[in-house]
């Protein structure tokens, strides 16, 4: 945080929300196969793909908030402030 520039920290605030999608995602996908394990996976179209979504949807609306720690001083608190406030600004899907 420190010795980061400002384009660095977007980066960053840009990356986690990018993986934190991804993880979000995943698990939405192992909830989907816990909840229809079934169900035939081989047939992949439009119903399952819509349950898909449905389910992930359903677990991204469990994720309410992220936790980031850091270890701030003095002189890194501007940089690590402005990086959590970017980090709310970025869109999610």
Known sequence: ????SRPQLDSLAIN???RVNSLIKEL???NYR???KNYNYGSKGPV???IES????????????????C???EKSKENYFYFLKKCKKVPTD
């Open 1 to 4: 945080m420190l010795y980061s």
């Open 16 to 18: 986690i929300e990018k």
């Open 28 to 30: 939405g996908l192992i």
């Open 34 to 36: 816990y909840d229809f």
């Open 48 to 50: 399952m793909d819509s």
């Open 54 to 69: 449905a389910c992930e949807e359903k677990f991204r609306r469990q994720v309410r908030e992220l936790l980031i720690d």
């Open 71 to 73: 270890d701030w001083s």
